[in-house]
């Protein structure tokens, strides 16, 4: 008999027979941007979501030798698109072993129970809402002189940022490049700043100035990959 309370998820695959010891979110998340590096570009892969969210089932009673709960032998993956999660699918089962060379893992779309999800979303609603409110509130506390008054600072600063970025320029100090970073990072035009990190860059190397790091370690490890086949190519 079918149950109307659940259907086949488009974006959630679960991940089964996976090693109960040692295993963790990071492993996953290297192998799925290992595999969707083969769709998407690194580029696109650095600043475009890819994944909501992933994590193992753990035990509530027992730890491994890191100190962590142990694994209980399947994970859930939820994908941003439907069509990302198909392509994982179906790549990741042309090599198993990148996710266990001891086990077959079994990898499918997860049963979702719509009673359960429509509790998640009135949750996130209602955050939202609350969240809109509270920004309406603080807008509404804000006088208009106050507005101006911050506006006008803020040119302020940009303008004493520019200044100082001139003077360093026109000195090539490049013991200032500390100091020249962060009055880059006061100016809020984003054409301006661009072209101010480009000089930085020309002027003074590489060491003047360095990209952001990549907070998913997963992306960190790909691209730390290209870089190193890069150089040794060089």
């Known amino acids: 008999m079918k149950n109307s309370n659940y259907h086949v998820s488009k974006t ?27 769709k998407h570009s690194e580029k696109t892969l650095k600043k475009t979501k890819i ?8 035990e509530n009673d027992r730890m491994d030798s890191t100190g962590n709960y142990r694994s209980r032998g399947f994970c859930f993956v939820d994908f941003v ?26 990898i499918e779309f997860a049963f979702e129970d719509i009673r359960q999800m429509h509790k998640r ?10 969240q809109e409110q509270r920004k309406k509130q603080q807008e509404s506390e804000i006088k208009p002189e106050e507005v101006e ?16 970025l001139d003077e360093i320029f026109s000195k090539n100090d490049k013991s200032r490049v500390p100091e020249a970073k ?9 054409g301006l700043k661009q072209r101010m990190k480009k000089k930085l860059r020309e002027q003074f190397g590489d060491d003047g100035i360095q990209t952001e790091s990549i907070k998913n370690p997963a992306v960190a490890s790909i691209l730390g990959e290209g870089r190193s086949k890069s150089r040794d190519a060089k």
């Open 12 to 38: 959630r695959i679960i991940m089964k027979n996976l090693p109960k010891k040692e295993f963790e979110e990071s492993e996953i998340r290297e192998v799925i941007y290992k595999v969707m590096a083969k």
């Open 51 to 58: 994944l909501q969210k992933v994590w193992v089932e753990r």
């Open 81 to 106: 698109k439907h069509d990302d999660a198909v392509f994982f699918l179906e790549e990741i089962k042309k090599d198993w072993s990148m996710i266990s060379s001891k086990k077959v893992p079994i």
């Open 121 to 130: 979303q009135q949750k996130i609603d209602s955050i939202k809402k609350a």
């Open 149 to 164: 008054k911050k506006k006008k600072d803020r040119k302020n600063k940009e303008a004493l940022a520019k200044v100082k």
């Open 182 to 190: 962060k009055y880059i990072s006061m100016i809020r035009a984003r």
